[in-house]
């Protein structure tokens, strides 16, 4: 977990992110945020839902405020993780930005079907992608209202 931005009270940012640089360069871009964001990393679908039910080392995990989940995971595919999340009746209530370079008609449709937020497709160059994070922060964590629950 990497503390990011003002002191102001910290959003908790999920991202579920199995590329080192994308990783990277997601917390370059939220590092001009204008809000405090405490970002965590699950390097797969398996680890964010150990995360998500606070199982093994994620045991004092926070409830996160907000995921940013890519698709084509090794060990659980992200598809699966929204469908677990959506389902959920503690975790349904989390907002999931989808965050991926697939382009495909069939996962805009599904990822939407399972009750994702929004679909974002990675854009191939830095400063696109640089862009599409920090567009990112400006609307969901500047503009939007999250619910802050604490967790049960």
Known sequence: MESIGTNAAAIEVLLVEDSPGDVRLTREAFKDAKVHINLHVAADGAEAMAFLGREGQHVNSPRPDLILLDLNLPKKDGRQVLEEIKESPTLKSI???????SESEADIVRSYMLHA????????????????VKSIDNFWLSVVKLPHKTRE
């Open 95 to 101: 907002p999931v930005v989808i965050l991926t370079t």
């Open 117 to 132: 937020n929004c679909y974002i497709s990675k854009p191939v160059d830095l400063n696109g992608f640089l862009d599409v």
